[in-house]
Nanobody, 114 residues
């Protein structure tokens, strides 16, 4: 069964950086597109970025384009989200998702505040 474990969140000042990790198991990781979503307090969960299997092509929400980078290590079954120039509006619980299979992990909290 699909198992996703997010980590790397924390409290950071505006302008700071964090790298999130998502360790995946229970499926053939390299064959699936992986995505990051986030859910701010009182709001819907929203798509942030994704990376395809194979070519590793990436796509980003407009709100994070140029600041966030998604990448994957198929040997480690892990997908990452490098977040730079963080803003208070980036505060949310971040989740990874294997597109088309499985459910959600527990998420990791990111708080951007001075």
């Amino acid at each position: 069964q699909v198992h996703l474990v997010e980590s790397g969140g924390g409290l950071v000042q505006p302008g700071g950086s964090l790298r999130l990790s998502c360790a995946a198991s229970g499926f053939t990781f390299r064959m699936y597109t992986m995505a990051w979503y986030r859910q701010a307090p009182g709001k819907e969960r929203k798509w942030v970025a994704q990376i395809s299997s194979g070519s590793g092509g990436t796509n980003y929400a407009d709100s994070v384009k140029g600041r966030f980078t998604i990448y994957r290590d198929n040997a480690l079954n892990t997908v990452y989200l490098q977040m730079n120039s963080l803003e208070p509006e980036d505060t949310a619980v971040y989740y990874c998702k294997s597109v088309g299979i499985g459910g959600w992990g527990q998420g990791t909290q990111v708080t951007v505040s001075s």
